[in-house]
């Protein structure tokens, strides 16, 4: 036995190991540089999804505009962003106000003198009621925000994007933009028509360079959804999945990210649900 042998590793399985090291560095440095050069706005950054894909973004080589209704909220990611080595910026934004919407694309051009990806991740729900007994300014604010945001996003995001070159929009929908729940009106409403939106901008802009799709996220588990469910609250919503668990703010992320990425060339108009199986029944 020779003396590579005597360590328990020939010379061939040294190069092969070598190798494998060496391909998966590459991989790590193809993943941190996969947005090199690209400008991107994540509209509810400061929390949740949003503040998930703001990282992921910035850690693949983005620069991010990171907007929240709470600029505290937006200003604490983007910190943790620069801590991290990341390029990023914080915008109070509302949107479901359509100049918001228009001060933050302009500030992301002003700001990294382009536009090429957009996340329209902001949304909000309501206390839940029958629709007889629905809060009709509940409908109202929760449309304003989950669907008229979105298009106040889209109208001028795209405009940017066009002139940047082309790009990519991920429109946050949820499990909910596909199957329906009791009492929640509104919110199952604005996500279904988001879905439909989503299919127009796409039908409108993929020729042009500008791909838009819709992710569907089912039933994520953060402190919000636990404080508000009993154990067997909890215990009945995760038995619901196929996975039998809720699903992570991280998975949901690498959906969006892929989306955005050129590897996703060819998909464009199309509704992704990130579920863990809860609409499979």
């Given amino acids: 036995m020779n003396e590579l042998g005597a360590r328990g590793c020939t010379l061939v399985e040294q190069q092969v190991l070598l190798s494998a090291r060496s391909t998966r560095s590459s991989r790590k440095k193809e993943n941190m540089s996969e947005f090199e050069g690209r400008v991107a706005i994540v509209t509810g950054g400061g929390s949740g999804i949003g503040e998930a894909v703001a990282k992921e973004?910035?850690?693949?080589?983005?620069?991010?505009?990171?907007?929240?209704?709470?600029?505290d909220a937006a200003q604490r990611v983007v910190s943790e962003i620069e801590g991290a080595g990341g390029t990023a910026s914080a915008f109070e934004a509302n949107s479901a106000v359509a100049a918001d919407n228009e001060r933050m694309v302009q500030h992301a051009v002003d700001t990294y003198g382009a536009l090429h990806l957009a996340v329209n991740n902001a949304g909000i729900?309501?206390?839940p009621?029958?629709?007889?007994?629905?809060?009709?300014?509940?409908?109202?604010?929760?449309?304003?925000?989950?669907?008229?945001g979105v298009f106040y996003g889209l109208r001028y995001?795209?405009?940017?994007i066009l002139a940047a070159g082309g790009g990519a929009i991920v429109n946050m929908a949820s499990v909910l933009g596909s199957v329906g729940i009791a009492q929640n009106a509104a919110y199952v409403a604005s996500k279904?028509?988001?879905?439909?939106?989503?299919?127009?901008?796409?039908?409108?802009?993929?020729?042009?360079?500008?791909?838009?799709?819709?992710?569907?996220p089912g039933f994520i588990d953060t402190p919000l959804v636990r404080s508000s469910l009993s154990a067997d609250e909890l215990a009945a919503l995760e038995g619901e999945h196929a996975a039998k668990r809720l699903g992570t703010d991280?998975?949901?992320?690498?959906?969006?990210?892929?989306?955005?990425?050129?590897?996703?060339?060819?998909?464009?108009?199309?509704?992704?649900?990130?579920?863990?199986?809860?609409?499979?029944?």
């Avoid at 007889?132 to 604010?141: C, L, Q």
């Avoid at 995001?157 to 940017?160: C, L, V």
């Fill in 157 to 160: 995001e795209i405009p940017a």
């Fill in 192 to 216: 279904h028509a988001l879905v439909g939106l989503t299919k127009v901008a796409a039908l409108e802009y993929t020729a042009q360079g500008v791909r838009t799709n819709a992710v569907g």
């Fill in 125 to 127: 729900g309501a206390a």
């Fill in 57 to 71: 973004l910035a850690a693949a080589g983005a620069s991010v505009v990171v907007t929240d209704i709470k600029l």
């Fill in 250 to 281: 991280a998975e949901v992320a690498a959906l969006v990210l892929f989306l955005l990425s050129d590897k996703a060339s060819f998909i464009s108009g199309s509704y992704h649900l990130v579920d863990g199986g809860y609409s499979a029944h």
């Fill in 129 to 148: 009621k029958p629709i007889g007994e629905y809060d009709v300014e509940a409908w109202d604010r929760v449309r304003a925000v989950d669907l008229d």
